[in-house]
């Protein structure tokens, strides 16, 4: 027989796959592990492309005293890349607004010369 704690990430597993949408087939969850306290925890990551099977983590369920919770991986490399993109982009019009009209008056000197 099974340790309690497979059972239950089983039974978790089961009620989570029931309870979330059509999209779950997507998802790949992979091999529970134990840590020293007793908490189970399953790593879950979402299918990319169909032709190489890439698959990219998505998060865990975290199992502890027989409730489930759910940890997100947060993708600093993507935060990164999308706060760096809407930088350029505000600078790239910002820059071409100011080309166009600058902020700054429009001043001009004119020098005349008085011949005497």
């Keep these: 027989m099974a340790p309690l704690s497979v059972r239950v990430s089983c039974g978790v597993?089961?009620?989570?796959?029931?309870s979330l949408d059509a999209d779950v087939t997507r998802q790949v969850f992979g091999e529970p592990y134990e840590r020293p306290d007793g908490t189970v925890v399953i790593p879950v990551a979402r299918a990319a492309g169909t032709r190489w099977g890439t698959a990219r983590a998505i998060?865990?369920?975290?199992?502890?005293d027989g409730k489930?919770?759910?940890?997100?991986?947060?993708?600093?490399?993507r935060v990164t890349s999308l706060a760096l993109?809407?930088?350029?982009?505000a600078a790239f019009f910002s820059t071409i607004a100011m080309v166009r009209r600058p902020p700054w008056p429009n001043v001009s000197i004119r020098m005349t010369r008085h011949e005497s």
């Design 13 to 18: 597993i089961r009620d989570l796959d029931s």
């Design 59 to 64: 998060g865990v369920f975290v199992i502890h």
């Design 85 to 89: 993109s809407i930088g350029l982009v």
């Design 68 to 77: 489930a919770t759910w940890v997100p991986a947060v993708d600093t490399t």
